[in-house]
């Protein structure tokens, strides 16, 4: 009833009692579904902003809100806000500005959410333990930052596939792509996989649409590597430090994604890094 018009998507809010109806990822088309987005943003406005009543809607992918931001940057919507996976938006000149138009950090909020600064944090609470954890988890997590590192090349590719209407990652499931051992469990990548993949997209590209190499290289894993890809790495990399720690816990994406969200919102109000301040900084911008 309220996305019809631009007058219902502005009154939405109001019919709620709400400051702001927020829109965000997900849902799959299917009013009032849930979505991890829901979460994520939700967790985010409550934490950063308390002052404001705000009601989160899924609302589909990122095509459908793109085309809402548009509104809401031109006026047509009001009482509005959006928020956006990165992506390589700014990258590609493809970012919407607006201080209602909220965009993640990294390239998407599992990267955010995700982040290698909370690693330990996240198994301390799998754990249930307090205080520093034992030294051999230093190798779960110095081989997360390591495969961060060795899929840069392939991360730049995915950049590459961007800007000619293309991609690598989202072409398939993450579990094609790393995965644990089976003895160790430590955490590996398969590049024959993700090479094939990344030949087959290559060669959908169109004469068309081809374009050279971007002058820019990414040099950010952590920030850049495909959210859902980055979220099964970060799982992997737990899975492999419990078996480190000879721990036997069955560690699921809901268990992850609910532990990893709550880390993130406690550290964002006073963390000291650029991910924090760019959502202090992008949540004080909304009026109250």
């Given at each position: 009833?309220?996305?019809?018009?631009?007058?219902?998507l502005s009154?939405?809010?109001?019919f709620t009692?709400?400051?702001?109806?927020?829109y965000?990822?997900?849902?799959?088309?299917?009013?009032?579904?849930?979505?991890?987005?829901?979460?994520f943003?939700g967790?985010?406005?409550?934490?950063?902003?308390n002052?404001?009543?705000?009601?989160?809607?899924?609302?589909?992918?990122?095509?459908?809100?793109?085309?809402?931001?548009?509104k809401?940057?031109?006026?047509?919507?009001?009482?509005?806000?959006?928020?956006?996976d990165?992506?390589?938006?700014?990258?590609?000149g493809?970012r919407?500005?607006?201080?209602?138009?909220?965009?993640?950090?990294g390239?998407?909020?599992?990267?955010?959410?995700?982040?290698?600064?909370?690693?330990?944090?996240?198994l301390?609470?799998i754990?249930k333990?307090?205080g520093?954890?034992?030294?051999v988890?230093?190798?779960?997590?110095?081989?997360?930052?390591?495969?961060?590192?060795?899929?840069?090349p392939w991360?730049?590719?995915?950049?590459?596939?961007?800007s000619?209407?293309?991609?690598l990652?989202?072409?398939?499931?993450?579990?094609?792509?790393?995965?644990?051992?089976?003895?160790?469990a430590?955490?590996?990548?398969?590049?024959?996989?993700?090479?094939?993949?990344c030949?087959?997209?290559?060669?959908?590209?169109?004469?068309?649409?081809?374009?050279?190499k971007?002058?820019?290289?990414?040099?950010?894993?952590?920030?850049?590597?495909?959210?859902?890809?980055?979220?099964?790495?970060?799982?992997?990399?737990?899975?492999?430090?419990l078996?480190?720690?000879?721990?036997?816990?069955?560690?699921?994406d809901?268990?992850?994604?609910?532990?990893?969200?709550?880390?993130?919102?406690?550290?964002v109000?006073?963390?000291?890094?650029?991910?924090?301040?760019?959502?202090?900084?992008?949540?004080?911008?909304?009026?109250?």
């Amino acid at each position: 009833m309220f996305v019809r018009t631009n007058s219902g998507l502005s009154n939405r809010a109001l019919f709620t009692g709400a400051s702001y109806t927020l829109y965000v990822e997900g849902g799959g088309g299917i009013p009032g579904a849930g979505s991890s987005d829901v979460v994520f943003w939700g967790d985010l406005i409550r934490t950063l902003r308390n002052d404001l009543k705000v009601t989160v809607i899924a609302f589909g992918g990122k095509p459908e809100l793109e085309t809402m931001a548009e509104k809401v940057r031109s006026g047509a919507v009001t009482n509005t806000l959006v928020a956006l996976d990165s992506d390589f938006d700014e990258f590609l000149g493809d970012r919407i500005d607006h201080y209602c138009i909220l965009y993640t950090y990294g390239y998407s909020w599992e990267n955010d959410a995700f982040c290698p600064t909370l690693f330990d944090e996240c198994l301390r609470r799998i754990l249930k333990a307090e205080g520093a954890l034992p030294e051999v988890v230093s190798l779960a997590r110095n081989r997360l930052f390591d495969i961060l590192q060795d899929l840069l090349p392939w991360i730049n590719a995915d950049f590459w596939l961007r800007s000619m209407n293309s991609s690598l990652f989202p072409k398939a499931r993450p579990g094609r792509f790393l995965g644990n051992g089976t003895v160790t469990a430590e955490v590996v990548v398969y590049n024959k996989e993700i090479w094939k993949v990344c030949r087959a997209s290559l060669k959908s590209v169109t004469p068309a649409q081809r374009r050279p190499k971007p002058e820019l290289w990414i040099v950010s894993g952590g920030c850049f590597l495909h959210g859902h890809l980055y979220q099964h790495l970060f799982k992997s990399t737990v899975v492999y430090a419990l078996k480190l720690l000879e721990k036997k816990v069955q560690v699921s994406d809901d268990l992850i994604e609910h532990l990893s969200v709550a880390a993130f919102c406690r550290w964002v109000g006073t963390g000291e890094d650029h991910r924090s301040e760019h959502y202090r900084r992008m949540f004080a911008k909304i009026p109250a």
